[in-house]
Nanobody
């Protein structure tokens, strides 16, 4: 069973920063593309960013290219999402995901999510 455990969410003032973490098993981290999605209140879950476990290549949603950075630490089997200059519209639940395809981003496994709330 694949387990993805997110942490790092919380209440932040607009303009602040957060770093979300997602811990995975070594096999998961090395075998899957790791990604972040988010779901704002009343909206559908949307893709934010992904990182390839094999090449280290990254991809971002257009809305995330300027303030979001995804990275991975192979020694800790952890993927991170750094978010800067937070805005109230960044509020939502952020989910870690594991996908077998960097190209299609079809998700095989989800984490439980971590809440991010940005106050204005």
């Amino acid at each position: 069973q694949v387990q993805l455990v997110e942490s790092g969410g919380g209440l932040v003032q607009a303009g602040g920063s957060l770093r979300l973490s997602c811990a995975a098993s070594r096999r998961t981290f090395s075998s899957y593309t790791m990604a972040w999605f988010r779901q704002a209140p009343g909206k559908e879950r949307e893709f934010v960013a992904a990182i390839s476990s094999t090449s280290g290549s990254t991809r971002y949603a257009d809305s995330a290219k300027d303030r979001f950075t995804i990275s991975g630490d192979n020694t800790k089997n952890t993927v991170y999402l750094q978010v800067n200059s937070l805005k109230p519209e960044d509020t939502g639940i952020y989910y870690c995901a594991a996908s077998s395809s960097f190209r299609t981003m079809r998700v095989q496994f989800w984490g439980q999510g971590t809440q991010v709330t940005v106050s204005s």
